[in-house]
Nanobody, 117 residues
Framework: QVQLVESGGGLVQPGGSLRLSCAASGIIVSIYNMGWYRQAAGKERELVAATSGGSTNYGDSVKGRFTISRDNAKNTVYLEMNSLKLEDTAVYYC????????????WGQGTQVTVSS
């Protein structure tokens, strides 16, 4: 059974930093396309960052502030978030997409990030 377990969310002031973790079981993250998405209240889910092989891509609103990385030995993907803004407040979800079959997609349960003064 595949599980993606996010952690690291919480309350942070504007300008602060957080690091989210996505611990995977049942899959090997090194052979999956891994990504972070977020959904703010009343808005659609959007791409934050993704990594596939050696490449990464980011949503325009987080470029230069967020960094996605993976630790294959720990089977974990991270999202380092710096210079957080009020508009970064959302539930952040980890996503895994099989490279062998793009129809196979797994989601985590999400972790809340709240940026507030």
């Amino acid at each position: 059974q595949v599980q993606l377990v996010e952690s690291g969310g919480g309350l942070v002031q504007p300008g602060g930093s957080l690091r989210l973790s996505c611990a995977a079981s049942g899959i090997i993250v090194s052979i999956y396309n891994m990504g972070w998405y977020r959904q703010a209240a009343g808005k659609e889910r959007e791409l934050v960052a993704a990594t596939s092989g050696g490449s990464t891509n980011y949503g325009d609103s987080v470029k230069g502030r967020f960094t996605i990385s993976r630790d294959n030995a720990k089977n974990t993907v991270y999202l380092e978030m710096n210079s957080l803004k009020l508009e970064d407040t959302a539930v952040y979800y980890c996503r895994a997409q099989s490279r062998l079959n793009s129809n196979i997609v797994h989601w985590g349960q999400g972790t809340q990030v709240t940026v507030s003064s």
